[in-house]
């Protein structure tokens, strides 16, 4: 009889293990316990100098007027009874503060409330692990204040009665809205560190990709009121992506070349540019145009850049860009030893009056 309870014991303890295997395997990790994350750095090519506002405050109370005339007239044979009401309403005073931002100066970059680091112009920060999503993007610079411009608006309604004796009566209504302006000028040079573009932007950056932030200065104001005395927000955040960040980097013998047209002169490539570059490749050079009319490639307006890196053998690089249609080049980046497993950005950029090329090293 014992050997039969044994066995019968030994069927028991397999089958709560089997149970047990079948309700123990753990599972993965809720879709909330994953960190998304992306490389990004910023790269500083904003240029030219514009003058910001800060609303810093409002008068309390608005003040509504009324006002009576009342008058005869005699007119020839007519006796005209003129009665005049004024209904003025007079808005608070709106105070702005003005700063002159030199764009050209150092921008220091500050990500979701902490700085990633300062930026001078032409210059880049160190590409930085970050969170995936929505990051709050504000550039901070030292800055003058200008003035203070302090705004008033007032709106009048003029009820008039005309009534002449044996003629009837007339009445009319007119409505007349202005604003006054005045100027408050510090009495010594000031500066003050401030958030330059205003805007503080929700930047979007797409998990597991690696970017470059370009801080380009947009050609108009993202907002503007009172006759262009207000302006509000004057970067534009150009998010380049390059590759996934898991993406291998180009074989040892070849290179990654891709353009951003970064400009906002009206005297330089506000419409297209055309690059070209040469390299010597079995002891000839090899020229290819990058140009609107070359069918392979994208014509880059203000703020835009190539899709795609272009490959090529790695080796010594001559960069040209032109102006759409014109035969000279504007600038050049002569005699460049280009590492192989390496991607670059050739970015045409605003530097005072003048056009040029400045390379990145993407990786």
């Not at 932030?213 to 050609?219: A, E, G, I, R």
Request: glycine share 8%; hydrophobic share 35%; with cysteine.
């Amino acid at each position: 009889m014992a050997p039969k309870h044994c066995c019968v014991v030994f069927f028991l303890v397999l089958g709560v293990m089997g149970l047990g295997s079948c309700v123990d395997i753990p599972g993965g990790p809720s879709e909330s316990q994953f960190d998304f994350r992306a490389m990004v750095r910023f790269a500083h090519l904003a240029n030219g100098v514009d003058t910001i506002a800060f609303q810093s405050s409002i008068d309390p109370d608005t003040l509504f007027l009324t006002y009576h005339v009342e008058s005869t007239i005699i007119n020839g044979p007519d006796t005209i009874l003129a009665r005049d009401t004024a209904r003025v309403t007079i808005y608070p005073k709106i105070y702005y503060r003005r700063f002159r931002v030199d764009f050209t100066s150092p921008l220091e970059v500050i990500r979701d409330g902490a700085s990633d680091g300062i930026i001078n112009f032409q210059g880049a920060t160190p590409y930085r692990d970050v969170p995936a999503g929505d990051r709050k993007i504000s550039l901070m610079s030292d800055c003058q204040l200008v003035d203070t411009l302090v705004v008033q608006q007032t709106d009048s309604v003029v009820v008039s009665h005309r009534d002449t004796v044996g003629r009837g009566s007339l009445k009319s209504e007119d409505t007349y809205s202005y604003k006054n302006y005045w100027h408050k000028y510090p009495s010594s040079t000031t500066v003050e560190r401030i958030v330059a573009d205003f805007k503080n932007p929700k930047l979007v950056v797409n998990t597991d990709q690696k970017a470059t932030v370009y801080l380009l200065h947009d050609t108009k104001a993202i907002l503007s009121s009172d006759d262009g005395q207000v302006l509000y927000g004057v970067i534009n955040y150009f998010v380049a992506y390059e590759h996934y960040t898991f993406a291998p980097s180009p074989n040892a013998d070849s290179i990654g070349i891709r353009f951003l047209n970064g400009s906002r002169s009206t005297g330089g490539i506000k419409d297209s540019i055309v690059a070209k570059y040469q390299r010597p490749d079995n002891g000839h050079d090899t020229t290819v145009t990058f140009s609107k009319d070359n069918q392979n490639f994208a014509t880059l307006t203000v703020g835009s850049a190539t899709d795609n890196y272009y490959r090529f053998y790695r080796g010594t690089f001559t960069i040209y860009a032109y102006q759409g249609g014109t035969t000279n080049p504007i600038d050049s980046l002569t005699n460049l030893d280009l590492a192989g497993a390496h991607r670059f950005t050739f970015a045409i950029v605003d530097s005072g009056s003048t056009v040029h090329l400045k390379k990145y090293d993407d990786d």
